[in-house]
């Protein structure tokens, strides 16, 4: 299995600050990694695909960027709906696997 | 607007089968351009993603629960569902049904996630 790997665990932030979340794969995955952002009580939701590419609806403050190993989502404004843990998840190949976690707080 | 809605059993009893349905709505589980699937996340914990099937009954399923689950596609109601036998407390989770984008690459539709406890 690729293992993936979040840095930091945890980040505290304020509104209007630049958040930078690191995900590292175990090996190479191309561009083939997802970001999501859940908050308490509620499923995940996408953010990135493709590494990259924005989903529908998601607003333009998130970015995402890296390709083989080493990735990051970046926040360019923390809002205060932003604060939620984020996932990153690779999409290479089987099993799909998740990163631990990055939780954006106050 | 799709819409992914689970159903199933709150609690089971340890040894027992894990029974969850997905329901589809405002969208076809027969599409060619997606995959379905289930995650699951125990209390407190990461993400887990359990296995995905394809209308046409291909299936992919995690190494680590692959001997115990089984997903089955109803295209004529419109669903999928998730069946994990011999569960064990390990096996207490929210799980989510999900659609899978992006070649099956990515889980661009949720449902709000069902909270299934293994206990006697």
């Known amino acids: 299995d690729i293992q993936m790997t979040q840095s930091p665990s945890s980040v505290s932030a304020s509104v209007g600050d630049r958040v930078t979340i690191t995900c590292r794969a175990s090996?190479?995955?191309?561009?083939?990694l997802a970001w999501y952002q859940q908050k308490p009580g509620k499923a995940p939701k996408l953010l990135i695909y493709a590494a990259s590419s924005l989903q529908s609806g998601v607003p333009s403050r998130f970015t995402g960027s890296g390709s083989g190993t080493d990735f990051t989502l970046t926040i360019s404004s923390l809002q205060p709906e932003d604060f939620a843990t984020y996932y990153c998840q690779q999409a290479n190949s089987f099993p799909r696997t998740f990163g631990q976690g990055t939780k954006v707080e106050i | 607007q799709l819409q992914l809605q689970e159903s199933g059993p709150g609690l089971v009893k340890p040894s027992e089968t894990l029974s969850l349905t997905c329901t589809v709505s405002?969208?076809?589980?027969?599409?060619?351009?997606?995959?379905w699937g289930w995650i699951r996340q125990p209390p407190g914990k990461g993400l887990e993603w359990i296995g995905s099937?394809?209308?046409?009954?291909?299936?992919n399923y995690n190494p680590s629960l692959k001997s115990r689950v089984t997903i089955p596609v109803d295209t004529s109601k419109n669903q999928f569902s998730l069946k994990l036998r011999s569960v064990t407390a390990a096996d207490t989770a929210v799980y989510f049904c999900v659609r899978q984008g992006d070649g099956g690459r990515s889980f661009d539709y949720w449902g709000q996630g069902a909270l299934v406890t293994v206990s006697s």
């Open positions: 090996q190479g995955i191309s561009s083939w």
């Open positions: 099937i394809y209308y046409s009954g291909s299936t």
């Open positions: 405002g969208g076809s589980v027969s599409s060619t351009n997606y995959y």
